[in-house]
């Protein structure tokens, strides 16, 4: 009958080197989750969420479902602790970057007093530009929201506060930007009048939907209960027919969507938030464009990133 050989870890200090804490008697199968877990017994404070381990102070934060024994350690593991400070859920993280946005536009449109002079004080734009503009934006993250509750699937992962609080920053902030020039007393409507608006919404309401409808299929992919993982593929709706060009159609359809948005309402400070969404959005998908082509050996070569044919 063979014995179980048990594993030491020791855990030290990422920057001072200080021993925090020593492990005797680990399983060799434990995972990295677990020994996170041995460690918050003896530090409340750091809960495995907040905690980053490390072989190497500079080198990659071990994920939680990584093995101990298949690890390049012998039997006594030093592991290298960082506090990644207060987290907070995905759920939680999405919620406070969408909910803000959706007030802040609307306090704007009500022209509550002391945003623009105090005889326009909850006044009314004669342009209904200015009020369908306000319903693109309140249906935009009103869909968010139910994405975020009802939709989306979040592991454990958590977000630092810091971000947190930046990323409010920038969309709470652009949210005000945009609202402050398309409500404004003075705010003139478009070029092409009717016509372009009218074109820009039913732009922006199919951009809207094609959105949703690869989201409901990436959470079906996740949740299909089918083993092994597998890369998203268009189904029978139309709107993921996208998935044919780009493997990221999800970020095509919002860029889409923030375009429409710029020509419905012709405001310059739309338009450069919609440039900058379309830079971060570009880095994500040819992110996950990479990542599908590694793990994927019958990955299709004609799908690009995020704009078909082109990147």
Not at 52 to 77: S, Y
Not at 111 to 122: E, L
Not at 282 to 303: C, M, N, Q
């Amino acid at each position: 009958m063979s014995r179980t050989t048990f594993f030491e870890v020791e855990v030290v200090d990422a920057k001072t080197k200080e021993q925090l804490c020593f492990l005797d008697k680990v399983e060799p199968y434990s995972t990295i989750g677990e020994i996170k877990n041995l460690f918050h017994k003896s530090y409340p404070q750091w809960y495995p969420a907040r905690q980053a381990l490390k072989l190497d102070p500079k080198g990659k934060t071990l994920k939680d479902d990584e093995v101990l024994q298949n690890l390049p350690v012998g039997t006594t593991a030093t592991m290298y602790f960082r506090d990644l400070g207060p987290q907070l859920g995905w759920t939680m993280v999405f919620l406070a970057e969408y909910i803000g946005p959706l007030l802040t536009y609307l306090l704007f449109y009500f022209r509550v007093p002391y945003i623009y002079s105090h005889r326009y004080a909850f006044s009314t734009s004669p342009y209904s530009v200015v009020t369908l503009a306000c319903a693109c934006h309140t249906c935009h993250y009103v869909k968010r929201l139910i994405e975020t509750i009802f939709v989306h699937r979040f592991s454990h992962g958590t977000m630092p506060l810091r971000t947190i609080a930046r990323n409010c920053v920038y969309y709470w902030g652009f949210s005000a930007w945009l609202a402050y020039y398309i409500n404004h007393p003075l705010y003139t409507p478009p070029s092409y009048g009717d016509l372009q608006v009218r074109y820009a919404l039913v732009l922006f309401v199919l951009c809207e939907m094609g959105n949703f409808s690869i989201h409901l299929t990436l959470n079906n992919l996740r949740g299909d209960g089918s083993r092994g993982r597998k890369f998203p593929s268009p189904t029978k709706n139309p709107f993921t027919w996208l998935f044919f060009f780009v493997s990221c159609p999800n970020y095509t359809y919002e860029v889409g969507a923030w375009v429409s948005f710029s020509i419905m309402t012709q405001c310059l400070p739309v338009a450069l938030y919609t440039l900058l969404g379309f830079i971060q959005m570009t880095v994500w998908a040819k992110g996950k464009h990479r990542a599908y082509s590694r793990e994927f050996k019958d990955y299709p070569i004609l799908r690009m990133a995020i704009i078909p044919l082109i990147l």
